[in-house]
C-alpha cells in the first residue's frame, strides 16, 4: 500500500495543492492601520486583494514537532507612495526563526530587531532569506509583477501582529521617483 502525499507544490508557479491547503486573501479593509497615509488608505478600493496566501501546516500552531509551509503571492501596488505589503509580525510564545525563498517577481523583505533596527533584503527569482528569532518580518512588492515567496517556520512559535499593529516598523519602503527607498 502507498502512502500518497496529501499536499502538492508547484515549483514554477509556488501553488500548494491539497485538501490540507489552507487559502487565505488579504484585502485593503483589513489592513487599517498598516500604511503611513492612512487618507490614501481610506480613498482606495478596499476590496482590492494585497495579498493571498496558500499554507500547509501539518502540525498546529503552538505545537512542538512540524514545520510550517506557505507561499504568499503579493500582489503589485501601493497606497501613498508605500509598496503594497505583507502586515508582518513577530513570532512569540516559543519564539524562531523563518527561512524564506523567492519563486517570481521582485520586492524587499523588510526585517525589525526588538530593539527596533530595521533593514531590508532584496527578493528577486531565488534569492533565500533567513529571518532570525526576535526579528519582525514583512516583504513589500516593488516590480510590476506579484512577488511569489515561499516561507518555512517550526509549528511551535506563534504569531505576535499586535506588536506591529501597534508600533510599526522604525522604517518604511517607499517609492521615491520609482525608486525604493527605506525611511
Ligand atoms: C509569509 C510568512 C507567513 C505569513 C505571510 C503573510 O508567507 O511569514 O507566515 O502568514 O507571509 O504575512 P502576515 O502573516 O504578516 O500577514
Ligand atoms: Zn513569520
Same mark, same amino acid.
Given at each position: 500500500?502507498?502512502?500518497?502525499? &496529501?499536499?502538492?507544490?508547484?515549483?514554477? $508557479?509556488?501553488?500548494?495543492?491539497?485538501?490540507?491547503?489552507?487559502?487565505?486573501?488579504?484585502?485593503?479593509?483589513?489592513?487599517? &492601520?498598516?500604511?503611513?497615509?492612512?487618507? #490614501?488608505?481610506?480613498?482606495?478600493?478596499?476590496?482590492?486583494?494585497?495579498?493571498?496566501?496558500?499554507?500547509?501546516?501539518?502540525?498546529?500552531?503552538?505545537?512542538?514537532?512540524?514545520?510550517?509551509?506557505? $507561499?504568499?503571492?503579493?500582489?503589485?501596488?501601493?497606497?501613498?507612495?508605500?509598496?503594497?505589503?505583507?502586515?508582518?509580525?513577530?513570532?512569540?510564545?516559543?519564539?524562531?526563526?523563518?527561512?524564506?525563498?523567492?519563486?517570481?517577481?521582485?520586492? #524587499?523583505?523588510?526585517?525589525?530587531?526588538?530593539?527596533?533596527?530595521?533593514?531590508?533584503?532584496?527578493?528577486? @527569482?531565488?534569492?533565500?532569506?533567513?529571518?532570525?528569532?526576535?526579528?519582525?518580518?514583512? #516583504?513589500?512588492?516593488? &516590480? $510590476?509583477?506579484?512577488?511569489?515567496?515561499?516561507?518555512?517556520?517550526?509549528?511551535?512559535?506563534?504569531?505576535?501582529?499586535? $506588536?506591529?499593529?501597534?508600533?510599526?516598523?522604525?522604517?518604511? @519602503?517607499?517609492?521615491?521617483?520609482?525608486?525604493?527607498?527605506?525611511?
Amino acid at each position: 500500500m502507498t502512502d500518497r502525499p &496529501g499536499v502538492r507544490f508547484d515549483q514554477l $508557479t509556488g501553488h500548494l495543492i491539497g485538501e490540507r491547503v489552507t487559502v487565505s486573501e488579504r484585502r485593503l479593509a483589513g489592513m487599517e &492601520g498598516y500604511f503611513t497615509d492612512t487618507a #490614501a488608505w481610506a480613498l482606495a478600493d478596499q476590496n482590492a486583494v494585497v495579498y493571498r496566501v496558500e499554507a500547509y501546516e501539518p502540525v498546529p500552531e503552538g505545537v512542538l514537532g512540524g514545520i510550517g509551509l506557505a $507561499t504568499t503571492y503579493l500582489f503589485p501596488g501601493s497606497i501613498g507612495g508605500e509598496y503594497y505589503m505583507t502586515r508582518g509580525h513577530f513570532h512569540s510564545n516559543a519564539d524562531g526563526p523563518e527561512l524564506c525563498m523567492t519563486i517570481s517577481g521582485s520586492g #524587499a523583505l523588510i526585517l525589525m530587531s526588538r530593539d527596533r533596527e530595521t533593514r531590508y533584503e532584496m527578493m528577486s @527569482l531565488g534569492s533565500v532569506h533567513h529571518v532570525p528569532s526576535e526579528t519582525a518580518h514583512k #516583504a513589500a512588492n516593488i &516590480g $510590476t509583477d506579484a512577488l511569489v515567496f515561499v516561507s518555512y517556520w517550526s509549528s511551535e512559535i506563534g504569531h505576535d501582529y499586535e $506588536t506591529i499593529k501597534k508600533s510599526g516598523f522604525s522604517r518604511r @519602503l517607499i517609492s521615491v521617483n520609482g525608486i525604493a527607498e527605506l525611511r
